[in-house]
Every structure is written in structure tokens, then in C-alpha cells.
């Protein structure tokens, strides 16, 4: 099994940053893909952004292209660079691990962390 755990949820101010970050730990895989996804009170989960398991391809959703950045710096973890925050942002955050090629499909992935509260207010 696969433990994932999140930080960096916060509550910022429309136009701030937060970083999250994701750490994997007990059974872990040296192709584990990781990606981020989010839901809002009353809407589906989404996709967000996903790193392959060496880092050389990222995926973005649409909505948060050119604001938000995936990176990865090893194996075991990922991080989600959020900056130009909006309050459409606001959401619990999970971060996600797939032993294999990951993308945007929830589907796609077999292990989930707790999610972390992200609060933008206007």
C-alpha cells in the first residue's frame, strides 16, 4: 500500500500563492505517476495537473494552465505551485499516485491522500 499525505492548504487572499505538497510513503514504486485533483462544495471532482514518475511530461486543467506548476523532486513526492489564486479555486485538494502513467483520469489512479483545504477569498 501507498500512504499519501498533503500540506500546505491554507486560506489566502484572490491573487496569492500556496504551495501543496504531496509525500508518499510505505510501499513505494520507483513509476509512481502523481497528479492533483479538487472539489468544491456541491461540484464533481476535477482534474487539476499530473506529473509523470520521472517529471517529463505535465498535464494541466484548462482552468488553471499558465497559473499553477506540478513539479516533482523525487520519487515521493510532488508539489503544486499555486499563484494568481481565485476564489473559483477554492476547493479541497487531493493528491494521487498511479503505478503507471497517470493522467487526468481519477480513474487512473489507485491511491488518494486525505485532501487539503484551499480557501480563496476575494
Known amino acids: 500500500q501507498v500512504q499519501l499525505v498533503e500540506s500546505g492548504g491554507g486560506l489566502v487572499q484572490a491573487g496569492g500563492s500556496l504551495r501543496l505538497s504531496c509525500a508518499a510513503s510505505?510501499?513505494?514504486?520507483?513509476?509512481?505517476?502523481m497528479g492533483w485533483f479538487r472539489q468544491a462544495p456541491g461540484k464533481e471532482r476535477e482534474f487539476v495537473a499530473a506529473?509523470?514518475?520521472?517529471?517529463?511530461?505535465t498535464y494541466y486543467a484548462d482552468s488553471v494552465k499558465g497559473r499553477f506548476t506540478i513539479s516533482r523532486p523525487n520519487t515521493k513526492q510532488a508539489y503544486l505551485q499555486m499563484n494568481s489564486l481565485k476564489p473559483e479555486d477554492t476547493a479541497v485538494y487531493y493528491c494521487a499516485a498511479d503505478v503507471g502513467r497517470g493522467g487526468s483520469s481519477d480513474r487512473t489512479y489507485e491511491y488518494w491522500g486525505q485532501g487539503t483545504q484551499v480557501t480563496v477569498s476575494s
Open positions: 506529473i509523470t514518475w520521472n517529471g517529463g511530461t
Open positions: 510505505g510501499r513505494t514504486f520507483s513509476n509512481l505517476a
